[in-house]
C-alpha cells in the first residue's frame, strides 16, 4: 500500500470493520431511520437536545453514535482513522471519543462549540468546522498514557490521556449540557490501525 506524505498510518496495521462492528447507539424511544441514516458510504448521525438517552435505565446525555465494537482494548497502540463533516448550526456536541479512563468517562473527548472544534474545552483544534470534509487522525498509546490528534494530516494535539483498563472508540453526536437543539455529524471511511511491533 502507498503511503502518503506525513502518514500517521506509518506502521499501523488496518483491522477488518464491516457494519457488524458499528453499534449505533440512539435514543431508545425513537426507531433508527430517524436519527441515522448510510448511503453511498456516508453515516450520518442526529439527535435533538430533547430526545432520550440511549437505555431507559440510563442517566447520561442524548446521542447518536457509532460505538466500534469488536476492538475494545487495554494496551498497545491504536488508531481511529474518519472523515468528517459537521453542519452549520451543530454546537455543544462530542463528535468523537476514545471511551475509558480511570478518574472520568473519557480518553478523549472532540467537541463542537460554534464554531470551532476542541479537545475536550481547549485547545482548539480547528477554528472553524462547518461545512466540510476534515480528515481525523486520532492516535492512543495506552501504555505511555499519550494521545495525539491530527486533522488532515496536521499535528493538532500530542499530550497526556486519562488513563484506565479498557477503551474503544465513538463517532457521531453526544449532547453536552449546553447542546445545540439539533446536533448532526456525518462520517465516511472509518478505520481502526493497531501498531504493528
Known sequence: ???????????????PLTHANFDIQKPYNVPLEQRYSFSNGIHKLWVLKTDKPHSKNSKTNPRTEIRIQGYDYSSGVWQFE?????????????????FGAKSQATTTMLKVYN????YYAKPVLLSNVYNKWFRLNVIHDVEKNKVKVYIDEVLKYDGPGHGGKS????????S???GSFHMESHWKDIKIFKLTK
Open 1 to 15: 500500500m502507498a503511503h502518503r506524505p506525513n502518514d500517521t498510518t506509518l506502521g499501523f496495521a488496518a483491522q
Open 82 to 98: 474518519a472523515y468528517g463533516y459537521i453542519p452549520n448550526g451543530t454546537s455543544g456536541a462530542c463528535i468523537m471519543q476514545i
Open 115 to 118: 464554531p470551532s472544534l476542541y
Open 167 to 174: 477503551h474503544y472508540f465513538k463517532c457521531g453526536v453526544y
Open 176 to 178: 453536552m449540557n449546553d
